[in-house]
């Protein structure tokens, strides 16, 4: 089998890394070709991912959208079709489904949405031009299937192999003792993604005078806005710690926390990071969600919350101060952080490229 991915961009972002995962995992099973947009600079973090000594890594895809970027794109993609004769296509961006609108006998097309909204009636329509379509939501798949018996439910998938089997303590790098309970934060600071409930929930952990800290690993152009600012403003420096982008020791700062505060979910709409922090056994407290409530089982391995800044302290309050509750949550979190496991996944996946390429034939 010959599997054609096609993804137009080139950055290390969201929904870059599963994407890359897949590419990596069907290359010890198929002939892969990854075809993406070129980087700006040659030592792109994207491109150091991918296992270019099985995959055939390929560029020139036009990242922006416009009608010319279509074209553009269009004429690439159908020269690297005559290419690579593939038997697969498989999309995950809706401007590059559009290259191809219509059907082929020569291959089948599969599209995987990467976002948890439901989509308008022009998406709807563009998606139904995929022979089949993935999808990692429930409630998505139930209500798609209504008018497309295309549509496929697929769990989100991690490569578990990369969780490191020993970590080192960073918290002394960030003043942080062992006796603090440490709730984690990973993001991209946007305003969308509701810092500000971060803000004044510190602000009760502050009045309450416990050993609550918050540590936030990400950046982003409104982090002086959203978080420097009003730590100041509030007086929260000792409550909040900025750890900045965590690359060679993410695994190292993900471990650091006891519990993971998940909000918005960013690029990546299958919260990535929420089920990297489930898989190393760290219990969820998160904003209520359709998806969230999939994946975070409320009173089970964490805790659903409405947008409200002392229902959040209450449930932090409650893993904070109940050890038992703490330690049951972990290993019911990591339970379901190992289902995600791309071993499986990635075979149920083949296992539909095959299933879609009979059905064809």
């Known amino acids: 089998m010959k599997i054609l991915y096609i993804y137009s961009d080139y950055k290390w972002t969201g929904p870059s890394q599963p994407i890359v995962e897949l590419c990596n995992f069907m290359s010890e099973k198929a002939g892969v070709c990854l075809l993406m947009s070129t980087p700006k600079r ?42 690579v004769k593939p038997d697969v296509i498989h999309f995950f961006r809706e401007r590059d489904l559009a290259t191809l609108p219509g059907n082929s006998k020569n291959f089948v097309k599969v599209f995987s949405s990467l976002k948890s909204a439901y989509p308008g009636r022009l998406k709807r329509i563009l998606w139904n031009t995929a022979n089949i379509i ?14 497309s ?12 192999q990369q969780i490191p089997a020993h970590h080192q303590n960073v918290r002394p790098a960030f003043g942080l003792h062992a006796e603090d309970f440490v709730v984690g934060l990973v993001m991209r600071v946007q305003p969308y993604r509701r810092f ?5 929930t510190a602000k009760l952990v502050k009045e309450s005078k416990k050993r609550i800290k918050f540590l936030l690993f990400g950046k982003g152009p409104y982090l002086q806005k959203l978080v420097m600012d009003p730590l100041k403003k509030y007086g929260l420096e000792a409550v ?6 965590r690359k ?19 690029s990546d709409g299958t919260a990535r990071a929420l089920r990297q922090c489930q898989a190393i056994g760290k ?28 229902e959040i302290m209450k449930k ?46």
């Open 240 to 245: 909040i710690i900025p750890g900045g982008y």
């Open 42 to 83: 040659p030592e792109n973090r994207f491109v150091a991912q991918v296992r270019t000594d099985r995959i055939h890594l390929m560029q020139g895809l036009q990242k922006r959208d416009g009608i010319g970027s279509l074209i553009k794109n269009r004429r690439l993609i159908l020269q690297s079709i005559r290419q």
């Open 283 to 310: 219990p969820i407290v998160c904003l209520h969600d359709d998806f969230m409530q999939e994946i975070v089982h409320d009173g089970v391995n964490g805790f659903v919350v409405r947008h409200d800044p002392a």
């Open 196 to 200: 500000d409930l971060i803000i004044e």
């Open 149 to 160: 018996g295309k549509v496929v439910y697929i769990k989100p998938w991690l490569d578990l």
């Open 134 to 147: 993935t999808v990692f939501q429930k409630k998505l798949h139930d209500e798609l299937l209504r008018n």
């Open 316 to 361: 932090i309050d409650a893993l904070y101060s109940e050890r038992n509750m703490l330690i049951d949550f972990s290993k019911r979190s990591e339970h379901q952080g190992k289902t995600y496991d791309l071993n499986k996944i990635g075979q149920e996946i083949y296992a539909l490229y095959e299933s879609t390429l009979r059905r064809k034939i």
């Open 248 to 266: 060679d020791d993410y695994w190292d700062a993900l471990y650091s926390f006891d519990i993971m505060l998940y909000t918005v979910a960013g």
